[in-house]
């Protein structure tokens, strides 16, 4: 059974008043859903605020889910809004989004040293990332930290897919230029 088929069975069972069917789902999701709104907010408090506030829309709005379409893209949605909207009204230029799935990761055999220049290499891309504009970097999230495809990315943004393809070359060239002022190689 596939995981959309999964989403169904437990959203049909929400819907006929099964409260143990949400906690499946939201114990599936919860932390896709935290990672992504913290990356958005970047306060661990308010990022967890902001799940519980998704989950809570969601649950209020199940009967509105379009079951041909995943589940988590309409979850990310809906935290999406809310973390936009949570920012809009804190700081508009407080927007900023984090990206921590471009870079090397050291596997479990490497020595200490190796492991620390790849924290320092994560962070020093953090920073980086940190300096895009915050729609490249929501979308570099969506496409290569949860894995979303192009018409997944377009359904959670509200964008048509020209838009999203548009906003990840940009964001990938705007990141080769900045690691390239730094002397580094690109790693896009």
Request: aromatic share 8%.
């Amino acid at each position: 059974m596939t995981r959309h088929e999964e989403d169904l069975i437990a959203v049909r069972r929400c819907l006929n008043q099964e409260p143990a069917a949400f906690r499946e789902l939201v114990e599936r999701y919860k932390n896709q859903i935290f990672s992504l709104i913290f990356r958005l907010v970047r306060n661990p408090s308010d990022a967890e605020d902001l799940s519980q506030e998704t989950f809570i829309k969601a649950f209020k709005n199940l009967a509105s889910y379009d079951a041909n379409r995943p589940f988590i893209t309409w979850l990310f949605k809906i935290a999406h809004n809310a973390s936009l909207d949570f920012l809009r009204a804190k700081k508009p230029e407080a927007i900023s989004i984090d990206e921590e799935e471009v870079g090397v990761y050291p596997d479990s055999s490497a020595s200490i040293e190796k492991e620390l220049e790849s924290v320092l290499q994560r962070e020093f891309l953090d920073r980086i990332l940190a300096s895009l504009p915050p729609l490249y970097q929501e979308a570099l999230i969506l496409r290569h930290k949860e894995g979303l495809d192009l018409k997944e990315i377009a359904q959670v943004l509200q964008i048509p897919e020209g838009t999203v393809k548009i906003r990840l070359f940009r964001a990938r060239e705007a990141l080769k230029k900045k690691l390239e002022s730094f002397g580094g190689e690109p790693l896009v």
